[in-house]
């Protein structure tokens, strides 16, 4: 029985869950509208302490999150839940700036408009699949056209 439970055990995780604070979507489980940061971060780390249980050893998770203002200040929610999860024995391998070039103005005028989120690469152990020619992007020679030299 084991045996095939590790058979069918997934080798990647690819998820983004509700952001903090972000959207009710009316369901008494849901994850998101937590009374704190914390009790949110809880939440979470309970989710993916099971997503690594399940997980081949070899795997990987990758975890996209936005962050929140709370009063006018940064929470930083996908390091507080990055930081979580590396307690919960999960290796952080890379953090990945996802630009949106696209981001919705934010109307605020006492700092900048938030144009980007999180992607974390999670592992198991040191020892996981990962496809680097999968992600790799074709080499480019800058020209002194390419640079903006004149």
């Not at 952001?19 to 009790?39: K, L």
């Not at 999150?65 to 919960?88: H, R, T």
């Not at 103005?105 to 690469?121: C, L």
């Not at 990962?130 to 074709?138: F, G, S």
């Amino acid at each position: 029985m084991l045996y095939d439970f590790v058979k069918l055990a997934p080798l990647v995780i690819i998820t983004s869950p509700p952001y903090y604070m972000q959207r009710d979507y009316e369901a008494s489980t849901q994850i998101g509208n937590e009374s704190s940061p914390t009790e949110y971060v809880k939440n979470l780390r309970a989710v993916f302490a099971e997503c690594y249980r399940v997980l081949k050893e070899d795997g990987s998770l990758w975890l996209n999150l936005g962050d929140k203002y709370q009063d006018g200040n940064l929470l930083g929610m996908p390091w507080q839940v990055a930081f979580s999860l590396k307690e919960e024995g999960w290796i952080l391998r890379s953090d990945i700036i996802w630009y949106k070039p696209n981001a919705m103005p934010a109307s605020v005028k006492n700092r900048p408009t938030t144009d980007h989120e999180y992607v974390f690469f999670f592992t198991k152990s040191n020892d996981y699949y990962y496809d680097i020619d999968a992600v790799r992007e074709p080499h480019v020679t800058f020209t002194d056209k390419g640079t903006g030299k004149n």
